[in-house]
Protein backbone atom coordinates (compact mmCIF):
# COMPACT_ATOMS: atom_id res chain seq x y z
CA UNK A 1 0.00 0.00 0.00
CA UNK A 2 1.39 3.60 -1.40
CA UNK A 3 1.89 5.46 1.61
CA UNK A 4 4.42 8.51 1.10
CA UNK A 5 3.33 11.29 2.74
CA UNK A 6 6.33 12.43 3.99
CA UNK A 7 6.03 14.82 6.63
CA UNK A 8 2.38 15.88 5.76
CA UNK A 9 0.73 13.97 8.70
CA UNK A 10 2.92 13.67 12.27
CA UNK A 11 2.21 13.71 15.85
CA UNK A 12 3.35 16.72 17.71
CA UNK A 13 2.31 16.62 21.81
CA UNK A 14 0.64 13.25 21.20
CA UNK A 15 -1.79 14.88 18.91
CA UNK A 16 -2.18 14.09 15.10
CA UNK A 17 -1.75 16.46 13.31
CA UNK A 18 -1.72 17.44 9.36
CA UNK A 19 0.89 20.28 7.65
CA UNK A 20 -1.20 23.28 7.33
CA UNK A 21 -1.58 24.16 3.54
CA UNK A 22 -2.75 27.59 4.15
CA UNK A 23 -0.06 28.32 7.09
CA UNK A 24 -1.72 30.26 10.08
CA UNK A 25 -4.99 29.81 9.22
CA UNK A 26 -7.44 27.24 11.08
CA UNK A 27 -10.27 25.67 9.70
CA UNK A 28 -13.56 24.55 12.46
CA UNK A 29 -11.80 25.95 15.08
CA UNK A 30 -8.84 23.12 15.83
CA UNK A 31 -5.63 23.99 17.45
CA UNK A 32 -2.37 25.70 15.21
CA UNK A 33 0.62 23.42 16.29
CA UNK A 34 3.26 25.55 14.34
CA UNK A 35 3.20 24.74 10.83
CA UNK A 36 0.88 21.63 11.42
CA UNK A 37 -2.94 21.89 12.58
CA UNK A 38 -4.46 19.52 14.81
CA UNK A 39 -6.51 16.71 13.59
CA UNK A 40 -8.91 15.72 16.30
CA UNK A 41 -10.61 11.58 16.28
CA UNK A 42 -13.46 13.36 18.20
CA UNK A 43 -14.30 15.37 14.61
CA UNK A 44 -13.35 13.26 12.12
CA UNK A 45 -13.63 9.28 11.52
CA UNK A 46 -10.81 9.08 9.33
CA UNK A 47 -8.68 10.60 12.03
CA UNK A 48 -9.81 7.84 14.13
CA UNK A 49 -9.05 5.27 11.76
CA UNK A 50 -5.49 6.32 11.25
CA UNK A 51 -5.43 6.16 15.12
CA UNK A 52 -6.30 2.84 14.69
CA UNK A 53 -3.48 2.07 11.95
CA UNK A 54 -5.17 2.47 8.97
CA UNK A 55 -2.45 4.15 6.29
CA UNK A 56 -3.58 6.03 3.94
CA UNK A 57 -3.15 4.56 -0.29
CA UNK A 58 -2.19 7.83 -0.43
CA UNK A 59 0.66 10.40 -2.15
CA UNK A 60 1.03 14.43 -2.11
CA UNK A 61 0.53 14.37 -5.41
CA UNK A 62 -3.08 11.90 -5.46
CA UNK A 63 -6.65 12.56 -7.15
CA UNK A 64 -9.49 11.57 -4.08
CA UNK A 65 -13.35 12.00 -4.90
CA UNK A 66 -14.60 12.39 -1.33
CA UNK A 67 -18.46 11.52 -1.13
CA UNK A 68 -20.60 13.86 1.67
CA UNK A 69 -17.78 16.38 2.51
CA UNK A 70 -20.37 18.39 4.68
CA UNK A 71 -18.44 21.42 5.56
CA UNK A 72 -15.32 20.30 4.99
CA UNK A 73 -13.97 19.35 8.58
CA UNK A 74 -12.09 16.04 7.53
CA UNK A 75 -11.89 17.23 3.88
CA UNK A 76 -10.02 20.25 4.71
CA UNK A 77 -7.28 17.32 6.58
CA UNK A 78 -7.05 15.62 3.06
CA UNK A 79 -6.23 18.96 1.28
CA UNK A 80 -3.38 19.51 3.69
CA UNK A 81 -2.00 16.00 2.38
CA UNK A 82 -2.80 16.32 -1.18
CA UNK A 83 -0.49 19.16 -1.84
CA UNK A 84 0.17 18.66 -5.25
CA UNK A 85 -3.09 16.78 -5.65
CA UNK A 86 -6.92 17.12 -6.33
CA UNK A 87 -9.70 16.61 -3.79
CA UNK A 88 -13.42 16.62 -5.07
CA UNK A 89 -15.91 17.25 -2.64
CA UNK A 90 -19.78 15.88 -3.27
CA UNK A 91 -22.38 17.19 -1.16
CA UNK A 92 -25.98 17.51 -1.46
CA UNK A 93 -27.15 19.83 1.73
CA UNK A 94 -27.14 23.64 0.74
CA UNK A 95 -25.91 24.53 4.36
CA UNK A 96 -23.09 22.74 4.62
CA UNK A 97 -21.76 23.61 0.83
CA UNK A 98 -22.56 27.21 1.23
CA UNK A 99 -19.43 27.17 4.34
CA UNK A 100 -17.51 23.91 1.80
CA UNK A 101 -17.68 26.87 -1.00
CA UNK A 102 -15.08 29.30 1.06
CA UNK A 103 -13.30 27.03 2.33
CA UNK A 104 -12.55 25.85 -1.36
CA UNK A 105 -11.77 29.11 -2.06
CA UNK A 106 -8.78 29.13 0.01
CA UNK A 107 -7.70 26.05 -0.76
CA UNK A 108 -6.44 25.17 -4.47
CA UNK A 109 -6.61 21.96 -4.56
CA UNK A 110 -10.52 21.44 -3.28
CA UNK A 111 -13.58 21.15 -5.67
CA UNK A 112 -16.95 21.61 -4.08
CA UNK A 113 -19.74 19.81 -6.03
CA UNK A 114 -23.00 20.27 -5.33
CA UNK A 115 -24.80 17.06 -6.12
CA UNK A 116 -26.02 13.62 -4.97
CA UNK A 117 -23.77 10.88 -5.06
CA UNK A 118 -26.10 8.72 -5.76
CA UNK A 119 -25.48 10.03 -9.23
CA UNK A 120 -21.76 10.06 -10.32
CA UNK A 121 -23.18 10.34 -14.43
CA UNK A 122 -23.45 14.13 -13.51
CA UNK A 123 -20.27 14.85 -12.41
CA UNK A 124 -18.08 12.73 -14.29
CA UNK A 125 -17.34 15.39 -16.76
CA UNK A 126 -15.74 17.31 -14.18
CA UNK A 127 -14.15 14.36 -11.65
CA UNK A 128 -12.52 12.17 -14.56
CA UNK A 129 -10.82 8.80 -12.92
CA UNK A 130 -9.17 9.46 -9.10
CA UNK A 131 -6.59 7.15 -7.21
CA UNK A 132 -9.03 6.87 -3.88
CA UNK A 133 -13.07 7.50 -3.21
CA UNK A 134 -13.63 8.07 0.42
CA UNK A 135 -17.32 7.99 1.52
CA UNK A 136 -18.90 9.28 4.74
CA UNK A 137 -22.94 9.65 4.09
CA UNK A 138 -25.48 8.30 6.32
CA UNK A 139 -27.57 6.70 3.84
CA UNK A 140 -28.79 3.24 3.94
CA UNK A 141 -27.88 2.24 0.23
CA UNK A 142 -24.63 3.31 1.03
CA UNK A 143 -22.40 0.17 -0.56
CA UNK A 144 -24.45 0.78 -3.66
CA UNK A 145 -23.43 4.34 -3.35
CA UNK A 146 -19.89 3.67 -3.58
CA UNK A 147 -20.38 1.03 -5.98
CA UNK A 148 -21.14 3.23 -8.77
CA UNK A 149 -19.11 5.72 -8.08
CA UNK A 150 -16.83 3.34 -8.19
CA UNK A 151 -17.67 2.03 -11.88
CA UNK A 152 -17.83 5.35 -13.08
CA UNK A 153 -14.73 7.20 -11.30
CA UNK A 154 -11.82 4.91 -9.98
CA UNK A 155 -8.70 3.56 -11.63
CA UNK A 156 -8.75 0.05 -12.14
CA UNK A 157 -5.50 0.36 -9.83
CA UNK A 158 -7.84 3.09 -7.08
CA UNK A 159 -8.79 2.28 -3.83
CA UNK A 160 -12.01 3.31 -1.51
CA UNK A 161 -12.56 3.84 2.02
CA UNK A 162 -16.07 4.00 3.25
CA UNK A 163 -17.18 4.29 6.75
CA UNK A 164 -20.25 2.45 7.01
CA UNK A 165 -22.89 3.61 9.63
CA UNK A 166 -25.20 0.37 10.93
CA UNK A 167 -28.05 2.66 12.52
CA UNK A 168 -28.86 4.51 9.12
CA UNK A 169 -29.12 1.00 7.55
CA UNK A 170 -31.42 -0.29 10.06
CA UNK A 171 -32.69 0.36 13.06
CA UNK A 172 -33.57 -3.03 14.41
CA UNK A 173 -31.07 -5.71 13.15
CA UNK A 174 -27.77 -5.93 15.74
CA UNK A 175 -24.36 -3.83 14.09
CA UNK A 176 -22.71 -6.94 13.61
CA UNK A 177 -25.37 -8.78 11.14
CA UNK A 178 -25.58 -5.71 9.63
CA UNK A 179 -21.46 -5.06 8.64
CA UNK A 180 -21.49 -8.98 7.64
CA UNK A 181 -24.33 -8.28 5.25
CA UNK A 182 -22.88 -4.82 4.10
CA UNK A 183 -19.25 -6.19 3.53
CA UNK A 184 -20.46 -9.12 1.51
CA UNK A 185 -22.01 -6.54 -0.34
CA UNK A 186 -19.09 -4.82 -0.51
CA UNK A 187 -17.13 -7.89 -1.58
CA UNK A 188 -19.05 -8.25 -4.72
CA UNK A 189 -16.75 -5.65 -6.18
CA UNK A 190 -13.83 -4.81 -3.65
CA UNK A 191 -11.20 -7.14 -2.12
CA UNK A 192 -11.58 -5.75 1.57
CA UNK A 193 -7.96 -4.72 2.46
CA UNK A 194 -8.54 -4.01 6.09
CA UNK A 195 -11.40 -3.13 8.76
CA UNK A 196 -11.16 -0.83 11.62
CA UNK A 197 -14.24 -0.45 14.63
CA UNK A 198 -14.98 3.00 15.18
CA UNK A 199 -16.28 2.50 18.67
CA UNK A 200 -15.94 3.67 21.32
CA UNK A 201 -15.63 6.95 19.52
CA UNK A 202 -18.48 6.15 16.74
CA UNK A 203 -20.32 3.46 17.98
CA UNK A 204 -21.62 1.19 15.24
CA UNK A 205 -19.41 2.30 12.90
CA UNK A 206 -16.86 0.45 10.90
CA UNK A 207 -14.19 1.76 8.07
CA UNK A 208 -13.48 -0.56 5.41
CA UNK A 209 -10.74 -0.19 3.39
CA UNK A 210 -10.88 -2.06 -0.50
CA UNK A 211 -9.43 -2.36 -3.65
CA UNK A 212 -10.79 -3.05 -7.10
CA UNK A 213 -11.58 -7.01 -7.18
CA UNK A 214 -9.21 -8.09 -10.15
CA UNK A 215 -11.78 -10.47 -11.39
C1 LIG B 1 -21.51 12.36 8.49
S1 LIG B 1 -21.61 13.78 7.48
C2 LIG B 1 -19.99 13.92 6.82
C3 LIG B 1 -18.94 14.48 7.75
C4 LIG B 1 -17.64 14.72 7.01
N1 LIG B 1 -17.29 13.53 6.25
C5 LIG B 1 -16.47 15.06 7.90
O1 LIG B 1 -15.88 14.15 8.49
O2 LIG B 1 -16.09 16.23 7.96
C6 LIG B 1 -22.47 13.14 6.09
C7 LIG B 1 -22.71 14.16 4.97
O3 LIG B 1 -23.16 13.45 3.83
C8 LIG B 1 -24.09 14.24 3.15
N2 LIG B 1 -24.89 13.35 2.29
C9 LIG B 1 -25.76 12.38 2.67
N3 LIG B 1 -26.29 11.77 1.60
C10 LIG B 1 -25.72 12.35 0.51
C11 LIG B 1 -25.86 12.14 -0.89
N4 LIG B 1 -26.68 11.20 -1.39
N5 LIG B 1 -25.12 12.90 -1.73
C12 LIG B 1 -24.27 13.85 -1.25
N6 LIG B 1 -24.11 14.11 0.07
C13 LIG B 1 -24.82 13.35 0.94
C14 LIG B 1 -24.89 14.90 4.27
O4 LIG B 1 -25.56 16.06 3.81
C15 LIG B 1 -23.81 15.18 5.29
O5 LIG B 1 -23.28 16.48 5.14
Not at 39 to 57: M, N, Q, V
Not at 65 to 93: N, Q, R
Not at 138 to 149: A, R
Request: charged share 25%; glycine share 6%.
Amino acid sequence: MKMDLGAKITFIDGQLATLNLVPGSSVYGERLLGDYRSWSPRRSKLASALLKGLKLPLSADSSVLYLGASTGTTASHLSDILSDGILYLVEFAKKPMEKLVSLCEARYNMIPIFEDANHPERYLGIVGEVDLIYQDISQPNQVEILIKNADHLLKKSGWVIIAIKARSIDLARSSEDIFRSELEKFSMRFEIEETFDLSPGYRDHLMVVGKLSSN
